[in-house]
């Protein structure tokens, strides 16, 4: 199962067309969603990526929390509760170092989209792999915020968050049929949180959407 961005249902309450643009194996760079929108921005700063990082983990919370009524395997339910808790965590600590970047909501293109991916699941395997793919994207994501900056404070919580998302995809890849051989294998397109490859980037996922956002879709 592929995690793909939707904004169907937040752009029907703003009034904009559909778009909706994939991550994953096939993840656009910063670079490459600039140039297709024909913008030419500035990196993001370490509070806005503070800030953003704040709103995927709340949407990483709340989502683990509609999360615990589709599965019933003990181990799934065991770790579906931690990881719940988890990134609620990792939100208070990301939330003071952003600033006035905060925004203490959840990223209001990522909920959307894991609560799609969920309708969609058919039994806990595939319900598990929502999250198994999320918490690839997570780690990545702080691999991707590591390389972007260089501000101390931002780069202690990011490095202290990786290996607890990386983990996290570990259990929940071997709770879908993982093997071991592919949770240690160094290819990419396997294991998210070695690559940045998969990182959720913020100008998919805004951490503030307005009518006016222009991001672009591509698949």
Do not use: C, W
Not at 89 to 99: E, K, M, S, T
Not at 156 to 161: D, G, H, Q
């Amino acid at each position: 199962m592929e995690l793909r961005p939707s904004r169907r249902r937040f752009l029907r309450g703003v009034g904009l067309s559909t778009a909706a643009v994939a991550f994953g194996p096939a993840v656009l760079s910063v670079a490459d969603l600039l140039a297709s929108a024909g913008a030419q921005e500035a990196a993001p700063t370490a509070p806005e990526l503070a800030a953003f990082a704040e709103t995927i983990e709340l949407a990483a919370a709340s989502f683990y929390g509609a999360l615990r009524q589709r599965v019933a395997r003990p181990q799934a339910v065991s770790a579906i509760t931690a990881y719940a808790v988890h990134h609620k965590d990792h939100a208070g600590a990301l939330g003071p170092i952003a600033g006035e970047k905060r925004t203490g909501k959840v990223n209001q293109l990522l909920m959307p989209t894991l609560n799609d991916q969920l309708s969609r699941a058919a039994n806990e395997s595939d319900v598990i792999r929502v999250a198994y793919d999320l918490e690839n994207g997570l780690a990545s994501t702080y691999l991707f915020i590591i390389d972007t900056i260089t501000d101390r404070d931002t780069l202690k919580v990011a490095a202290s968050i990786l290996p607890v998302e990386a983990q996290h995809a570990v259990v929940l890849g071997s709770l879908i049929g993982r093997t071991a051989k592919d949770l240690t294998a160094s290819d990419k397109d396997k294991l998210g949180y070695e690559s940045e490859d998969r990182h959720l980037d913020p100008a998919q996922f805004p951490t503030v959407v307005t009518s006016t956002s222009t991001t672009a879709g591509k698949k």
